[in-house]
């Protein structure tokens, strides 16, 4: 069985930083392209950030290029994203997921498992 579960989420004030964390287990991580997605209260989820299998490569959205970086650590099955120069417009739950091919993908519907999210709160 697929777990992913994150870690790091909390409460940061505006212009702070904090990292997320994914560890996963249940499959070949290696295999997988991963994602950070979010979603606001009363939003759909959106896309953050991708990295591929082998952590060559690595996209954004574009409103977060810059302020947000994604990685990954295939000996730990671990994904992370540090994220800095927070604002109250970041406040969402964070959630990360596996997306069994070799590039990556930005729409959820492609991602085949997720974890149950990290609430971020960044206050004023």
């Known amino acids: 069985q697929v777990h992913l579960v994150e870690s790091g989420g909390g409460l940061v004030q505006a212009g702070g930083s904090l990292r997320l964390s994914c560890a996963a287990s249940?499959?070949?991580?290696?295999?997988?392209?991963m994602g950070w997605f979010r979603q606001a209260p009363g939003k759909e989820h959106e896309f953050v950030a991708a990295v591929t299998y082998d952590g060559r490569n690595t996209y954004y959205a574009d409103s977060l290029k810059g302020r947000f970086t994604i990685s990954r650590d295939n000996a730990q099955n671990t994904i992370y994203l540090q994220m800095n120069s927070l604002n109250p417009e970041d406040t969402a739950i964070y959630y990360c997921?596996?997306?069994?091919?070799?590039?990556?993908?930005?729409?959820?519907?492609?991602?085949?498992?997720w974890g149950q999210g990290t609430q971020v709160t960044v206050s004023s």
């Open positions: 249940g499959l070949t991580f290696s295999r997988y392209a």
């Open positions: 997921a596996a997306d069994r091919t070799y590039g990556y993908h930005v729409e959820a519907g492609n991602y085949d498992y």
